[in-house]
């Protein structure tokens, strides 16, 4: 399976299906599975803290930014289309849209039990769920 990682708190609502779009720089040509990895980054946590809807919308749902696992893979979800981003779309809210990126569909989201502990890479990677 192919792996994304992204960085806390967007891969928590990715997994648990609040966030279904993403943007990259890159269009993928591959469709499919793919395993939702949290950055072991912090920087995310720093963007996020300062976006009172998004600290709204995660207390709401019961999620302290600064509990979430980091560096682990959360779950996974399916990738479908992939679309060039529209600076005006309405859908803002869901990732940097600017030109010269892409707007990756996000769907069917399963959120693991428990975080397997993982390296990230940038781009997809390669990624092979533990046997238990």
């Known amino acids: 399976m ?10 928590t609502l990715i997994v648990l299906g609040h966030k279904t779009l993403e943007t990259r720089k890159y269009r993928p040509h591959y469709r499919g599975p793919i395993a939702i990895h949290a950055s072991r980054s912090d920087r995310g946590l720093e963007w996020a803290a300062r976006c009172a809807p998004l600290v709204s919308f ?3 749902h019961g999620l302290d930014m600064h509990l979430l696992p980091m560096g682990a893979v959360l779950g996974e979800c ?3 289309d992939v679309t060039e981003t529209d600076p005006n779309s ?10 010269s990126r892409y707007t990756w569909h996000l769907s069917d989201a ?14 997809l990677w390669p990624w092979e769920r533990p046997l238990v």
Request: proline fraction near 8%.
């Open 2 to 11: 192919l792996a994304l990682t992204v960085l806390q708190p967007w891969a």
């Open 58 to 60: 995660m207390h709401k």
């Open 78 to 80: 399916q990738l479908g």
């Open 90 to 99: 309405d859908l803002q809210a869901n990732g940097w849209f600017i030109d």
């Open 110 to 123: 399963i959120a693991y039990p428990s975080p397997i502990k993982a390296t990230g890479f940038v781009r």
